[in-house]
């Protein structure tokens, strides 16, 4: 069965300080896709990045970063320098790819809560 | 561009009322997809519609309808509403399978008394 686990579920930082948001999943599927989404108080799901199960290399966008580790299904983003404009809920989410369709599952989501 | 727009922003219905939430897809996408997000929970999958049929579905009763029209726009219909479908009900597009991603909408917010 397919689950994304997100233990942490309130995280709260002083600007400028580095954060990991973590993430965990479940699947058979050799096929998958992994996403992070960020939701403000407007209810919004902002899409933040997707990584293919075949593509194990890191990603760093600005300040965002991405660590994917198959080895132990893993999703890991870290917002380095963080600011207050990052306060949200981040969710993680999976897609697999071999279904009739592609619905997400969403782990519980982290709330982060960046003060000045 | 305009994103995904979902018609009304709030709702108040009375327990067992129905209820009919509308999604108007990103352009250019053509498979729309519904979620339930509780407070404080992650979204869950309703279901998905591609080509005006449903697509898939998640573990919903058979209370959760919906509808996808020729323009790609769809609707979410709630019959014999229950207090526990009070929600952010949250409506994404995408191209195809959406393997690339979803662009969501900023959701209804359903109260049910």
């Known amino acids: 069965a397919q689950k994304v686990t997100q233990a942490q579920t309130e995280i709260s930082v002083v600007e400028k300080e580095d954060v990991t948001l973590d993430c965990v999943y479940e699947?058979?599927?050799?096929?998958?896709?992994l996403f992070w989404y960020k939701q403000p108080p407007s209810g919004e799901l902002v899409f933040l990045i997707r990584?293919?199960?075949?593509?194990?290399q890191n990603e760093i966008s600005g300040r965002y970063s991405w660590n994917f580790q198959k080895s132990t299904s893993s999703f890991n983003f870290t917002i380095t320098a963080s600011q207050v404009v990052d306060s949200a809920v981040y969710f993680c989410?999976?897609?697999?790819?071999?279904?009739?369709?592609?619905?997400?599952?969403f782990g519980k989501g982290t709330t982060l809560s960046v003060s000045s | 561009d305009a994103g995904v727009t979902q018609s009304p922003t709030h709702l108040i219905k009375t327990r067992g009322q129905q209820v009919t939430l509308r999604c108007s897809p990103k352009?250019?996408?053509?498979?729309v997809s519904w979620y339930q997000q509780a407070l404080g929970q992650g979204p869950q999958f309703i279901f998905q519609?591609?080509?005006?049929?449903?697509?898939q579905r998640g573990n919903f009763p058979d209370r959760f309808s919906g509808h996808q029209f020729p323009n790609y726009s769809s609707e979410l219909n709630v019959n014999a509403l229950l207090l526990g479908d009070s929600a952010l009900y949250l409506c994404?597009?995408?191209?195809?399978?959406?393997?690339?991603?979803?662009?969501f909408g900023s959701g209804t917010r359903l109260t049910v008394v």
């Open positions: 994404a597009s995408s191209s195809g399978q959406g393997i690339y991603g979803y662009t």
């Open positions: 699947t058979r599927d050799t096929t998958y896709y």
């Open positions: 990584r293919n199960s075949f593509d194990e």
């Open positions: 989410a999976l897609s697999e790819a071999n279904q009739a369709g592609t619905a997400l599952i």
């Open positions: 352009s250019g996408h053509d498979t």
């Open positions: 519609y591609y080509e005006e049929e449903e697509r």
